[in-house]
């Protein structure tokens, strides 16, 4: 669905005042019913990962790691039972995951005496029964089960839902008759970059010729969109010609703005695709 | 002045012998180094001198009508009231040069020519005595010579002239130069006419005082303000804004105006004004130089005024005008003029002059022609009319090439009304051409910028000698294509300086390729990206202007296509004109390219560049031309995708060897011209490196293989780029030199050897080149160059050295511009030549909905390629070339002749019954054809769906997937139909007329009564089935039966057997006649019959042997003309006077083998009873010997009574003395 670049800045102010919680989202329906679900779950989601990035730092600090630390062991002695991780997190408005891993790294920095690798803490966080300590085990899965935008089960969720739309966008193709090379296909030829799918014959979409097709199963607000434009879209451009880019969960319409050099943005698969057909009895 | 043409038009024009004076011009003009005739020996020097004379005189004396062209006038003579001069402005100083800039290149009207021939020609005792000796003194009256002007003359003669002066003064200049800039106006001379002339209302037409400015080029930040001493090529190093090709601001016009012009051959010309200011005020002041104001008759206050009406009636002193255009028509006929376009730009600055005559003109003119009877002093060019009356002279005389020129320019030239009035019979001519000319501007269609696909081949990991060489180049890609959008984005925009906002970034990127040597990848893609946005003629360079290419739209094939073409065509055509002499320009896209080089400056990256751009270019000037016939009309499609072919790699080369001699001489070129203490060193020096690339030794190949006109273009924009010493070099002193003789030979006139128009291209870029190379010595200060490279070389001819001194260079399309402005009236306001028109809703629309359908496809068409490897696009477009030429081959050899046929069958049938109308006839039939010719399209399609998939299939790798695969044979078979169908829908009728009105005319040849034709023979004569064509040669038999008669006697035995294998219809004709003829002497038995030993046996068994044989003879020749003739036989010829002669001269008439003849002829059905009856009645007529007339008379009657009386088998053949027993037995 695409949204206005008014629209957009309405539904992002409305998010800078609210928590990140289910409860949230149910108000962000209710305000704005006209747009479709998905969408402003994306939006949500981005939203509120900017909002974490602003205050990323201010959550790193010596200071900060350490008050954090000493809480949840407060907390814990209290009542080991109680949320006392996630409760911290939604009190100082940070994601419960990236708490749980302030708060691990903490940790096993005291257990082991050396800062621990973040493939380990990765791995802990993804199975906390992998965390030496009970406790801080049951407090760590709280969190991620809890958190709607970062951990382990989102990044998950998220790649999921990437991979389902490349495969639906791929059974479009078929579909249409539209042969293609897919990424894997183009790697292992030795391409240096790979959009998802290379179309073998190109086809016009609205006018416009498109070689290349790249889903992104996300919204393309500005910020995401600036930085694909840079490390993807354009190095596309720039070796296989202009393309297509699909932003299933919508985009801002104003950002639509190069498709005469060669990148088109869609919300959905498009239905105005003319394909090269040399039919001879068009002269 | 050359003294000895000037003593030439000196004595008086109106007495001058036009003819012989024509003659021995021409004569001079024509000369080759050894062949000087004798009598023109003291004339040897008028040769070199001439020309370059005659074009200054020219252009000295239409300086003042011409207003109109690419100068910028002066608007306010004010501004140059300041302007100091010492000594009369033989020492201008830089701020007057830059004030001269405003003038623009109204400096291409001066002098064409500086004193630059070397000296000696200018010295009194050299050439002029010696031609004025010799020029037919006799005519000479002293009274011409007495007054003002002889004085004049010799004072010049004497004291300016002397070149070491020249020299001198010109020194001292370029010495004086910046810091005189600075000078205060030190003397002010009100007298002097060229620094005050006098003010009117029309000022702003007059630019004949700006026209004395050395201009100086424009400043920017990277420019240097010294002024330059070229004339035409804008210093590398200048900013961007001057080179890019004007749009439509006027900004932009007044910097390339700036730019273009940038200076002048300065010192010479000063000489030259200085002379002839000296001479004008002597001529009217009794040569008191210092004598104070005066009014110049040359200059006279006009009102305001509008287009003067030329008018015929007012053409004053038209016998010289008419010398002077035919001298000049020669000059440009013989390649003496170093430009014909710039001539022709001239003469039509001519043509189109705006007039600022008023109209006391005739009385001035008449008082003014009085006051100086000198012929060179004399102004002929005074006012429109004459100017108009010796342009259309010359446009008379040059008539072919003007036909030449493309539709748009011989449109306006039709339609010029000074023309028409002037001469209606050229204004035919023109009109003529018009209608029946094709050539047409045509711009290939900008692609959009595009990236230069990554290929796995070339590009991937494999390719790289690292993991981080591939990672480092995959980010150089992406950052060169940044810097691109970049600058596509904001090159535009004021204040955007490439270096500032580009300059490190590209350097960075630089010293990261540097890092991983990965150069030789980058100016690959370099390379390839500047081919992809540059090749055409927009982007691409425009040294010789608009390329005719009627081709590209019926690439195309599309009406909508075609017209948005034509509308961008209008508005990316710049519409100012430029003036005549623009510099190698880097415009569009190539502005990037040439920027990037630059700011970049890697050696090692321009090595690389230099190294691919070689290779491409050896690659392309391989390219196979086939040379095609000249064509009847119906171009061959071969040809036209040959021409394609040709036309793509032209401007692919020329774009190459740009940047190519740009980067090669890029290492050389300075700002400011080097001094003459350096050149020796450096040519030294240089003179021991070798080439990058061996244009020498390309040309030569080229001109043995003559391939000139792909070669000469490219080398001649390599040259263009040349420093200031290299064509001092021994090197490229070879290749100007081959150059300059190539020139020479390039007489235009049709010939078999060379197409006019290739000649004409080859003309254009050569006059270029010379011109250029001449500004490059001109800010050497060198005027012994010629010395040291021309003398060198003596084929190329001295005097060619001063023809190479002229300052000006023309596109075509600056001459339609011209004219466009003259029909437009816009003049010269503010020296913009602006196009009026106005992009309205509707047009803009109309080039909409192109963008959709048809466009779309070719759009995809070209997609499909872009990442695909390269050989696939060749393969298909080979495939469609051949199957669509085999497609149109096919249906010519099936349908074609298949309707053919079978109009031949109606033609056959028709043409008995009505005799009348052939071509109506033919009309008739072919259109009964031309509905079953529209299947050929059908066909076509069919041919190509089936013939162009096979042979993709077959060329193309195995592992290609289907989808390309189909793909490829999809598009390979539409473009082959498209090739096909083209071709045969415009071509199909007129084929197939072609086809019919040929095999009519056959048929009309071989059944009509005279089988004049020798070479048509109709259907192929059957021999018998069991032939096996070794009978004799009918010219044997011929010769044989010739023989015969000569020898009066003949072989026993049947007649030989006629072949018909080698058979013609003249052989057979002459057969049947020499057989008739044989005939008659046998049935006049007085021939002597072979082989029948009439010693040994007795009178009448002789006798009757003898008949025998002559009766065989007799019936094998019937049987001969009955079977085996296919052409009537003239057995008439048997009741002619003569032949039946041979029987009256006879003393013992034997009429029974005459009736035997009668009856055989009835009987083999070859005469009818009642034809031999009227020819023998006609014999009897004629004037026979009593005796005989009666015989023949009886002979008559026999054979009438037997043919009305019995029936033909048993006719009693008896009457005559011999018994018909023998007759009939051997019948």
């Not at chain 2, 004339?231 to 910097?255: D, I, K, N």
């Not at chain 2, 006929?333 to 189109?352: D, G, M, R, S």
Request: charged share 20%; glycine share 6%; aromatic share 8%.
């Amino acid at each position: 669905m695409k949204l206005s670049k008014a629209q957009y800045d309405e539904i992002a102010q409305f998010l800078g005042h609210v928590q990140p919680t289910r409860q949230s989202l149910r108000k962000l329906k209710k305000r704005f019913p006209s747009q479709s679900q998905s969408t402003l779950l994306s939006i949500f989601s981005q939203e509120y990962q900017k909002q974490i990035k602003r205050t990323h730092a201010k959550h790193h600090t010596a200071e900060a790691i350490e008050t954090y630390y000493q809480r949840y062991l407060s907390g814990v002695v209290k009542n080991a039972g109680a949320p006392v991780l996630l409760e911290l997190a939604n009190e100082v408005d940070f994601a419960p995951s990236l708490m749980a891993r302030i708060v691990l790294e903490r940790f096993l920095q005291e257990q082991e005496g050396t800062i621990p690798s973040k493939t380990l803490i990765n791995s802990m966080l993804r199975d906390p029964s992998q965390i030496p300590d009970g406790v801080l085990a049951n407090q760590v899965y709280q969190c991620t089960v809890n958190d709607c935008c970062y951990g382990p089960l989102v990044d998950c969720i998220k790649h999921a839902i990437g991979h389902e739309h490349e495969v639906l966008l791929r059974e479009m193709l078929l579909e249409k008759n539209l042969s293609f090379l897919a990424e894997e296909q183009l790697r292992a030829k030795g391409y240096d970059k790979t959009p998802d799918f290379i179309l073998e014959v190109p086809v016009a979409v609205e006018g416009h010729i498109i070689h290349w097709i790249e889903s992104k199963a996300s919204f393309g607000d500005e910020c995401s969109h600036q930085a694909y434009l840079h490390d993807q879209f354009w190095s596309y451009w720039n070796r296989f010609g202009p393309g297509l880019v699909i932003y299933w969960y919508g985009f801002i319409e104003e950002l639509d703005c190069h498709r005469e050099r060669g990148i088109l943005l869609k919300d959905c698969f498009p239905t105005d695709i003319v394909t090269l057909r040399h039919s001879v009895a068009q002269h | 002045y050359s003294p000895s043409l000037h003593n030439l038009l000196r004595q008086g024009v109106p007495q001058i012998d036009v003819p012989r004076v024509s003659l021995l011009i021409f004569c001079s003009l024509s000369l080759q180094e050894n062949h000087v005739h004798d009598k023109l020996v003291p004339h040897s020097l008028l040769q070199k001198d001439f020309v370059p004379f005659l074009l200054n005189f020219l252009r000295e004396q239409t300086s003042q009508i011409l207003t109109n062209g690419p100068s910028t006038p002066a608007k306010t003579p004010n501004s140059k009231v300041l302007r100091s001069s010492a000594s009369h402005g033989s020492q201008k100083t830089g701020s007057e040069r830059r004030a001269g800039n405003s003038a623009g290149s109204c400096s291409s009207r001066m002098q064409l020519f500086s004193q630059m021939t070397p000296a000696s020609s200018y010295t009194p005792d050299a050439s002029f005595p010696s031609s004025a000796a010799s020029c037919g003194s006799s005519a000479f009256t002293g009274s011409i010579l007495s007054g003002p002007s002889r004085r004049s003359l010799t004072e010049e003669e004497d004291g300016k002239g002397d070149s070491a002066s020249l020299s001198g003064g010109r020194r001292k200049r370029s010495e004086v130069g910046p810091t005189s800039a600075n000078s205060p106006p030190d003397q002010l001379n009100l007298n002097n006419l060229e620094e005050f002339p006098p003010m009117s209302a029309a000022s702003g037409l007059t630019n004949k005082p700006s026209r004395r400015i050395n201009p100086t080029p424009v400043s920017s930040e990277r420019s240097h303000s010294k002024p330059k001493m070229c004339f035409t090529s804008t210093p590398v190093s200048q900013s961007p804004a001057a080179r890019f090709p004007s749009g439509t601001s006027l900004e932009t016009f007044a910097a390339i105006q700036k730019g273009n012009v940038t200076s002048i051959t300065g010192s010479s010309l000063q000489e030259e004004r200085e002379m002839l200011k000296k001479e004008r005020y002597s001529m009217n002041r009794g040569g008191n130089i210092s004598a104070g104001i005066h009014t110049s008759p040359f200059i006279r206050t006009l009102p305001i005024r509008s287009l003067t009406c030329a008018d015929l009636s007012k053409v004053s002193c038209k016998k010289q005008l008419e010398l002077l255009a035919q001298l000049y028509s020669t000059c440009i006929a013989e390649n003496l003029v170093p430009n014909i376009f710039l001539e022709l730009f001239f003469v039509l600055q001519l043509l189109t002059s705006k007039g600022t005559t008023s109209s006391e003109d005739g009385e001035n003119d008449l008082e003014f022609n009085q006051e100086c009877k000198d012929a060179v002093e004399r102004q002929h060019f005074q006012n429109v009319h004459n100017c108009v009356y010796f342009a259309v002279q010359v446009l008379d005389c040059q008539f072919e090439i003007i036909s030449y020129l493309e539709r748009g320019t011989l449109k306006l030239l039709a339609e010029n009304e000074r023309i028409a009035s002037f001469s209606p019979g050229l204004h035919a001519r023109l009109m003529k051409a018009y209608e029946s000319s094709t050539a047409k501007v045509s711009l290939l269609l900008p692609s959009s910028v595009q990236s230069v696909s990554f290929q796995p081949e070339t590009d991937n990991r494999s390719n790289f000698p690292s993991d981080r060489a591939f990672h480092i180049f995959k980010k150089q890609r992406d950052i060169f294509y940044e810097l691109l959008r970049e600058w596509e984005d904001n090159h535009e925009k004021p204040g955007w300086d490439f270096e500032r906002v580009l300059g490190n970034r590209i350097r960075a990127m630089m010293n990261h390729l540097t890092a991983a040597c990965n150069h030789s990848h980058f100016a690959r893609l370099f390379q390839k990206q500047l081919i992809q946005m540059c090749k055409g003629p927009i982007g691409g360079g425009t040294s010789w202007g608009d390329t005719p290419d009627q081709d590209v739209l019926n690439m195309l094939g599309s009406d909508n296509l075609s017209r948005l073409k034509r509308l961008q065509e209008r508005f990316v055509v710049p519409q100012s004109i430029r003036g005549p002499c623009p510099p190698p320009t880097f415009p569009g896209c190539q502005q990037f390219f040439r920027d990037f080089i630059l700011s970049a400056g890697s050696y090692q990256f321009n090595q690389h560049l230099m190294d691919s751009l070689c290779l491409k270019i050896l690659e392309l000037d391989g390219l196979t031309l086939v040379e095609h016939e000249p064509s009847d009309g119906e171009a061959d499609m071969d040809e036209q995708d040959e021409k394609k072919r040709f036309t793509a790699a032209l401007m692919t080369l020329r774009l190459l060897a740009k940047f190519l001699g740009f980067l090669v001489f890029l290492p050389y070129q300075t700002v400011e011209p080097p001094s003459r203490d350096l050149q020796e060193s450096a040519v030294t020096l240089r003179n021991q490196t070798l080439p990058v690339l061996d244009v020498l030794k390309l040309l030569r190949q080229s001109v043995l293989n003559r391939r000139t006109i792909l070669t000469v273009p490219w080398i001649v924009e390599f040259l263009s780029l040349v420093d200031h010493f290299a064509p001092f070099l021994d090197y490229y002193g070879r290749v100007f030199s081959l150059l300059l003789q190539l020139y020479r030979c390039l007489v235009l006139s049709e010939d078999k050897e060379m197409s006019f128009l290739n000649k004409l291209l080859i003309l254009a870029v050569l006059g270029w080149l010379f011109q250029l190379l001449f500004s490059a010595i001109a800010e050497s200060g060198s005027v012994n160059f010629s010395m040291h490279v021309w003398l060198c070389y003596p084929l190329s001819g001295l005097y060619m050295w001063g023809l190479l001194f002229t300052p000006d260079f023309l596109f075509t399309g600056e001459l339609r511009k011209l004219l466009a402005s003259f029909v437009a009236g816009s003049g010269a306001k503010n020296g913009g030549f602006i196009r009026k028109i106005t992009p309205t809703a509707a047009e803009s629309l109309t080039a909409k909905p192109s963008v959709t359908q048809q466009k779309l496809q070719v759009e995809l068409e070209q997609a499909f390629f872009h990442n695909q490897p390269p050989s696939l696009r060749r393969t298909v477009e080979f495939v469609a070339e051949r199957v669509g030429s085999n497609c149109v081959k096919h249906i010519k050899a099936t349908l074609v002749a298949e309707l053919v046929k079978r109009a031949e069958v109606m033609l056959q049938d028709k043409v008995k019954e009505e005799d009348a109308n052939h071509s109506k006839l033919l009309d008739e039939v072919c259109a009964q054809l031309y509905e079953e010719g529209a299947q050929a399209l059908h066909k076509g399609r069919e041919f190509c769906r089936l013939k162009g998939p096979e042979a993709v299939r077959v060329l193309l790798p195995e592992e290609t997937s289907a989808a390309v695969l189909n793909s490829a044979e999809d598009i390979a078979v539409g473009l082959a139909t498209e090739k096909a169908c083209t071709w045969l829908s415009t071509n199909i009728t007129a084929l197939i007329k072609r086809e019919v009105r040929t095999t009519f005319n056959r048929m009309l040849r071989v059944q009509g009564p005279s089988l004049s034709s020798e070479d048509t023979q109709g259907e192929r004569k059957g021999c018998p089935p069991n032939c096996q064509h070794h009978a004799p040669f009918p010219s044997q038999i011929i010769n044989e039966i010739k023989r015969l008669q000569v020898l009066g006697y003949f072989p026993d035995g049947d007649m030989p057997i006629l072949c018909f294998q080698f058979m013609c219809p003249t052989s057979e004709q002459q057969l049947a006649r020499c057989t008739v003829e044989l005939a008659s002497l046998l049935v006049s038995d007085r021939v002597p019959i072979q082989d029948l030993k009439p010693q040994t046996q007795k009178k009448p068994e002789r006798q009757r042997g003898r008949k025998n044989a002559v009766n065989g003879l007799l019936k094998s020749l019937l049987s001969v003309w009955k079977e085996d003739f296919w052409t009537p036989v003239p057995v008439q010829l048997m009741f002619s006077r003569k032949n039946v002669g041979y029987i009256a001269e006879v003393e013992q008439r034997e009429w029974d083998l005459f009736l035997f003849m009668l009856h055989g002829l009835v009987d083999h059905g070859l005469m009818g009873n009642a034809e031999i009856e009227s020819c023998l009645h006609s014999l009897q007529e004629l004037l026979w010997s009593s005796d005989f007339l009666e015989e023949l008379e009886a002979i008559s009657r026999i054979f009438i009574s037997e043919y009305h009386v019995a029936e033909p088998r048993t006719r009693p053949c008896e009457l005559v003395r011999q018994p018909r027993g023998t007759v009939a037995a051997q019948s």
